[in-house]
């Protein structure tokens, strides 16, 4: 398989949290309020976890009417993951399909199986689960990724910071909760901002070191 060169992304990469602060670039789960115009909003891992994925979940997250959202992906005793997202996907502009598997070669085969079920409309695929992997795995994964879906917006789902450089170049933008172990006691809304501004520096670094980086590359 070859390997992905830099994709040409339109805009500057993208970091979504659930912010403390007026931010414009948001992901929240389904059950916190809103606090910007244009969210992705998630079905919640923890409220999955904690309930398992419910028909009265479904319900909620069919019925949302949002700038972009999560199709859930997460596996029940009801369906398996092709059969959950047939049941869940409708082709509308705000879905976001997700790509799973467990392993690197599955993510790959997954892929290629959500290329011949999306909509002309879809214009973002997200990726998953990938915390239980190494890094060289995370790269192979956002390589074969994008390599299926060469010209669509893509999202890495609770990409951690340290692993940004090797997969900056191939996404659009990533979404974390990372700026919150930066916070320090007194733990209070203040202490939250300081954090997040904090993380946003540290971002703001790193984006620059990963753009010199790849400039010098010339081998993907």
């Known amino acids: 398989m070859e390997a992905c060169g830099p994709h040409k ?9 659930y912010p403390p602060i007026n931010y414009p670039y948001v992901i929240r789960p389904m059950h916190k309020p809103p606090v910007a115009d244009k969210e992705i909003v998630d079905i919640g891992i ?4 904690k309930t398992g994925l419910t028909e009265q979940l479904i319900y909620e997250w069919k019925n949302m009417s949002v700038w972009k959202k999560i199709v859930p992906d997460k596996l029940n005793d009801m369906y398996t993951t092709k059969q ?12 976001i399909p997700v790509v799973q598997g467990s392993n690197v070669n599955e993510y790959y085969e997954y ?30 994964i956002v390589s074969e990724t994008r390599i299926v879906f060469p010209k669509i917006k893509l999202h890495v789902l609770g990409l951690k910071l340290n692993m940004l450089y090797r997969v900056y170049h191939m996404i659009d933008s990533f979404d974390s909760n990372n700026w919150t172990f930066l916070m320090k006691k007194p733990y209070n809304k203040q202490s939250r901002i300081n954090a997040f501004n904090e993380f ?17 590359r010339r081998t993907w």
């Open 9 to 17: 992304r339109r805009n500057k990469m993208k970091y979504y949290t």
């Open 46 to 49: 923890f409220q999955v976890a």
């Open 84 to 95: 959950l997202f047939r049941h869940l996907y409708t082709g509308d502009a705000s879905e």
């Open 111 to 140: 892929a290629k199986y959500l290329k011949e079920q999306v909509s002309e409309k879809c214009d973002m695929i997200a990726i998953g689960g990938i915390k239980i992997f190494s890094i060289d795995e995370i790269e192979a």
């Open 200 to 216: 946003l520096k540290i971002l703001d670094t790193k984006k620059q070191q990963n753009e010199e980086y790849y400039k010098k």
